[in-house]
DNA sequence: GAGCACTGC
């Protein structure tokens, strides 16, 4: 994202963020909770300072991150060790000796975790369209913006870099974070372009933004001549001159009219954040360079930010590369000098250094996940009255996805001048959201990652090492304002021994649906296609196995009828696979309720673990075909509860109450509605509105597995009960991999692999005995876990699968 | 009897 963007960002969520405490102060601001550990503290037993830091010792190297603005080079940026400097070996006072971290921290951090959880007012859809409308002031808005923009990088060096865009048909422009590549190049590009031009983003806030920025600076209306895209949110029509999108966006497009002639210049911005789908744009685009070889107006830019530009050049057959400076701030960086034995210690040590040692500014730390940032947090938060009282006063902030917007925006939000914001975050951090006012960055080097294995068919969620890209991207985050410092925790060799850049997402996930589209956009050879990165024949071929074995594909690999209707769908291959056939078992409506839900992350979410028996029975309660037949129909139940529910504020209310997302569930509803319209246009008239009474409530043929009461329970909304039997056999279409056969002892073990299997406790089903289960997800942590469990008829397998069921043993056997 | 990083259509 580019500064500009990232500014605006601030402006917007600000504005966002007045918006909303203009709305608490009328409302008489009901919550004045700041999460805070209170009653432990007469008997503090202050941990972390039990152990020295190891900044202690001293010797700790310092070097300048960032090349001087001034400078441009094709190299890597130089790491120049010869600025040694000292951090000043600064005593945390009071320092007891030998004192133990007090037994009480985990319960602390789970009782303090999800505390203000709903506490703020979620608001209702925030129309973010700001600032004049009319043509007079949008252009004196655009004059002032002006002079601002001839002060970027990008500006001064506009007409060499024109020069060079216009002439070649493939450029590869670097930019350093600051330059103002992403606002300004499209912009400059307008006069040029007989065509549309479209500039592509890895994240959908991104692509707004961008597009907000640029068309106040252009003088026009968002969504006129400069408009955005995204899933949910289109701001452009055909006389949009520039657009932005998410490349997820421009992926659909592709498919819908495959040489998106609509367009001539495209670009693909953030290019070396490597994720799946720009990764997939960019083979496209190589092709699309011979489709429309005889258009002379057609340019592909691929913007990157860091110096991984001869990879790209290369690809696009050694085209030119240009340099774009940056406006940046020198960081200071600094090292252990022996490894960390407790990140969490480590990470506490040098905040109170930091703390006590330097001047004003925020402190930005990151850590793998939110175990490790619930566990700082409150330990921070439990010591921190007993810190000198010179020191500001620290304020720690979790940041991580999982966490309610309302608390995320905590971090935007000023402090008190003798206070210090300290906001502990994962990776969301390091490119999706920017913290204002931030000076310095603690770095424990690590991220979490979910990785693939293809030849087991199932992902493992790992901790690991970051790339030396992803660190220079943290640390980079101290020097956005003014000058910062970048506290590594690890050693300097640590850092030289770590891989230079963080692997393209292709290479570690699961590319079925990726395949899907290649067939679906008449790729013929997949293993020979323009990957910029090969996924490796193993990943290629379990795809195709998966593909095939859901008949997306036939046997001679090519694309079936029904592949074509799966890859349209906005969702995985296996979840397209239960929506055609719930669409065939006439019980398509409660699906698609299903699979919105199944669709939006942390919709359930975990209560505190003082609440969590009471929650849980609580659920329980209100779910009865879910406490039977396992999660999915839960699902089925509590969309069905929340639609019921008349008032918004009600809702709200009643998510509250049961730990349940409010957003989550509204986002639900919009994919509900997307996924109706999509298996209309697929199907035809005879799909009817997934609103209200509708025909696809109807029984199937045998019902003999729902006794009378839950027929009764099932029509809440409806008229007609839910066919539960199709539904699960439609979900079985598209898991059969995915489904267990249960043992007496309560194991289950998996019905292709025979492997042993463990039902996650957050499910229903947790704790109880079925003959038979499947799962939407399987995740390996401390063992194997099923996730998302219903109940199967073990005969159904025969029924469902006997293509892929080569013996019936496997089922027989128990 | 556990605990999942981040995106996207």
């Known amino acids: 994202m580019s500064e500009l963007a990232e500014s605006n960002n601030h402006i917007v969520q600000s504005l966002d963020g007045e918006k909303k405490k203009k709305k608490r102060k009328r409302k008489k601001s009901k919550n004045a909770n700041i999460p805070v550990v209170e009653d432990k503290l007469e008997d503090p037993e202050p941990l972390a300072q039990n152990k020295k830091t190891k900044f202690d010792n001293v010797n700790v190297k310092a070097e300048e991150e960032f090349v001087e603005p001034s400078v441009v080079t094709n190299t890597p940026l130089k790491e120049d060790t010869t600025a040694e400097a000292k951090l000043e070996n600064q005593k945390v006072s009071p320092k007891p000796k030998n004192q133990k971290r007090p037994r009480s ?156 002639s609509q367009y001539s210049t495209i670009i693909i911005d953030e290019a070396h954040e490597r994720t799946i789908l720009t990764d997939l744009l960019m083979g496209f685009l190589k092709e699309l360079l011979l489709k429309r070889q005889e258009d002379k107006d057609f340019k592909i830019i691929i913007m990157s930010a860091t110096l991984d530009a001869e990879k790209f050049s290369h690809f696009f057959n050694d085209c030119e590369i240009l340099y774009v400076e940056g406006k940046m701030y020198p960081v200071e960086r600094f090292y252990l000098d022996t490894k960390s034995e407790d990140i969490i210690d480590t990470t506490i040590n040098t905040v109170i250094q930091i703390n006590q040692g330097e001047e004003e500014g925020d402190v930005l730390v990151f850590l793998a996940g939110q175990e490790e940032i619930d566990k700082a947090c409150s330990a921070l938060q439990m010591f921190s009255p007993l810190l000198p009282k010179e020191a500001p006063i620290i304020v720690p902030l979790p940041l991580y996805a999982a966490l309610p917007p309302a608390q995320q925006m905590k971090v935007f939000q000023p402090v008190k001048k003798n206070q210090r ?60 304002e003014r000058n910062g410092k970048a506290f590594r925790l690890f050693t300097e060799s640590d850092y030289h021994n770590l891989p230079k850049q963080t692997e393209p997402e292709i290479i570690r996930t699961d590319i079925a649906h990726s395949i899907l589209m290649l067939k679906k956009l008449k790729v013929k ?91 849980n029975e609580k659920r329980r309660q209100i779910c009865t075909l879910g406490n039977k037949y396992g999660d999915l129909l839960m699902f089925k139940e509590l969309l069905d509860y929340f639609i019921a529910i008349n008032s918004t504020g009600d809702k709200k209310k009643w998510c509250k109450e049961f730990y349940f997302n409010f957003r989550g569930f509204k986002n639900v509803l919009q994919i509900r509605d997307q996924l109706t319209q999509y298996m209309k246009s697929l199907f035809g008239a005879d799909i ?59 194991s289950y073990r998996t019905v292709f692999s025979g492997q042993l299997i463990s039902i996650h406790p957050s499910s229903l089903l947790f704790g109880k005995k079925c003959e038979g289960i499947m799962y939407t997800e399987f995740v390996y942590t401390t063992k194997g876990y099923a996730r998302n469990v219903s109940m199967i008829d073990p005969e159904w397998l025969k029924e469902i699968a006997p293509h892929i069921l080569g013996n019936r043993e496997a089922i027989n056997d128990n």
């Open 105 to 260: 921290i985990n319960k602390e951090r789970k009782d303090t975790k999800n505390v203000s959880y709903f506490t703020d007012d979620e608001d209702e859809d925030v129309n973010q369209e700001i600032g004049p409308t009319d043509w007079k002031s949008l252009q004196n808005r655009a004059d002032k913006l002006l002079e601002i923009r001839k002060t970027l990088p990008v500006y001064k060096s506009k007409d060499k870099h024109m020069e060079h865009l216009i002439k070649n048909k493939v450029t590869v422009l670097i930019g350093e974070t600051g330059s103002g590549k992403s606002t300004q190049i499209p912009q400059f590009l307008i006069p040029h372009n007989k065509k549309a031009i479209a500039v592509t983003q890895p994240r959908r806030v991104a692509a707004i933004n961008l597009a907000t920025r640029v068309a106040e600076e252009y003088g026009s209306k968002i969504g006129d001549k400069v408009g955005y895209s995204v899933r949910f949110d289109n701001k452009s029509h055909k006389n949009t001159k520039l657009k932005y999108l998410t490349d997820g966006m421009l992926l659909r497009e592709l498919m819908m009219k495959s040489d998106l």
């Open 421 to 480: 914001k300290i906001i502990l975050a994962t990776n969301i951090a390091e490119t999706s959201l920017t913290v204002p006012g931030v000076r310095y960055v603690i770095d424990s080097g690590l991220r979490k990652v979910k990785v693939w294995r293809h030849q087991l068919g199932l992902s493992t969620l790992l901790t690991v090492p970051i790339s030396q890209a992803s660190a220079t991207q943290r640390s980079g985050r101290a020097g956005r």
């Open 525 to 615: 050879d997949i293993v020979n296609w323009s990957w910029i990165e090969h996924p490796g024949q193993d990943s290629l071929f379990s795809a195709l196995n998966q593909l095939y074995s859901l008949k997306a594909l036939d046997d001679n690999g090519d694309i079936t009828e029904l592949g074509e209707q799966m890859a349209v769908l906005p969702v995985s291959p296996h979840l397209s696979t239960v929506l055609i056939n719930a669409h065939k078992l006439n019980c398509l409506g409660p699906v698609i309720d299903i699979i919105a839900c199944l669709n939006v992350e942390n919709l359930i979410l975990n209560p505190p673990s003082d609440k969590r028996d009471e929650i």
């Open 688 to 746: 009817e509105n997934n609103d209200d009474d509708n025909d696809y409530f109807a029984p199937s043929d045998d019902e003999d597995l729902i006794n009378e009461s839950e027929m009764k329970s099932s029509k809440r909304s409806n008229n007609k009960p839910l066919g539960i039997e199709s539904i699960l056999k439609s979900f079985l279409q598209g898991f059969v991999m995915n489904s267990a056969i249960g043992y007496p002892d309560r």
